[in-house]
């Protein structure tokens, strides 16, 4: 049988030899096609990791916390060693101080060493995880005709999700989206994994997300394992088994710069069947730890290294 992972190496070697080079907003170019389909399947444990490179996965579970944490600030995750959204504050501080010879190493460690210097630099705005759990919400001002003001708290999508899926299952909105037109120029970056949908068929829990921007050669692969890992907890937390993941992209692209990355990745040949192990059923899809996640028979081959455009 075709390994999982092939089509996703089709899809790079497309892009890569097919895709429009066009300008794109970092300035660095990409090689770009619209429109792509990948499904996976999750049964028996399995989980879409690429095995031709190795990929973080307890990076990319530990960013899946943070956004269902609704946290929108780096500190969290640089305290445990995640550095993948460190580029675009480290980016504004430059840009906006001055200070193009601060590296990255001295920033977050001002940023874990000085409360005040995190709330000002390490917040990103209103990204993911703010939308995910507290979409804002509106409320009329008593005796003012026409005068909304926003509520303290806001919408829960992932929970009114948990809710769909438990007791409408036939629904077609079971979904949640981190795209607000209104908040877009406040986030570091506009969501680039923007909407997810599940679909329960029998006592299967199927998941969709539709990615209008995609790096095929550092995004993909953490953003196909987040997808597989939030499809894994809603199924936990509603009594159904995992059944297949399907990824679409918008914009599918490979930078430019990224050469070594694409050539090195599909000189290799893809091998074994990882799995993703949920060791603990918690409370609520709020209450998953780093330790309830486990990834057995994972024996990628060697890391590829590229540079990340801001």
């Known amino acids: 049988m075709t390994h999982y992972e092939q089509q996703y190496l089709d899809l790079m070697r497309h892009v890569w030899t097919q895709g429009h080079e066009r300008v794109d907003r970092t300035g660095v170019g990409t090689r770009s096609v619209l429109g792509a389909t990948l499904r996976f399947s999750l049964a028996d444990d399995a989980v879409p990791l690429l095995t031709t490179k190795r990929v973080f996965w307890k990076a990319a579970a530990r960013e899946m916390l943070w956004f269902l944490s609704g946290e929108t600030n780096i500190r969290p995750l640089v305290e445990q060693g995640v550095h993948i959204w460190t580029d675009w504050p480290l ?160 914009d599918a692209h490979l930078y430019l710069n990224h050469a070594d990355l694409v050539e090195t990745q599909l000189s290799r040949t893809p091998h074994g069947a990882p799995r993703l192990r949920l060791l603990r059923r918690p409370d609520s899809i709020f209450d998953y730890r780093i330790e309830d996640f486990a990834v057995e028979d994972y024996a990628p081959q060697a890391s590829i290294s590229a540079p990340v455009a801001v």
């Open 91 to 250: 980016d504004r501080y430059r840009r906006e101080t001055g200070d193009a010879a601060l590296s990255m190493d001295n920033f977050e460690a001002r940023i874990l060493s000085e409360p005040g210097f995190a709330e000002t630099w390490g917040d990103l705005g209103p990204v993911y995880g703010r939308q995910w759990v507290n979409w804002p919400r509106y409320e009329a001002v008593e005796g003012q005709d026409g005068l909304f003001r926003r509520s303290a708290q806001g919408h829960n999508q992932i929970a009114d999700l948990v809710r769909g899926i438990r007791e409408t299952p036939g629904s077609r909105r079971l979904l949640f989206t981190a795209w607000n037109v209104d908040e877009l120029a406040g986030m570091a970056l506009p969501p680039c994994h923007m909407t997810y949908q599940f679909h329960v068929a029998g006592n299967r829990l199927n998941g969709l997300l539709f990615q209008r921007s995609c790096d095929l050669g550092l995004g993909f692969p953490f953003n196909i394992f987040g997808l597989a890992l939030i499809t894994r907890m809603l199924a936990q937390q509603c009594d159904l088994e995992p059944g297949e993941i399907v990824w679409n992209g918008g």
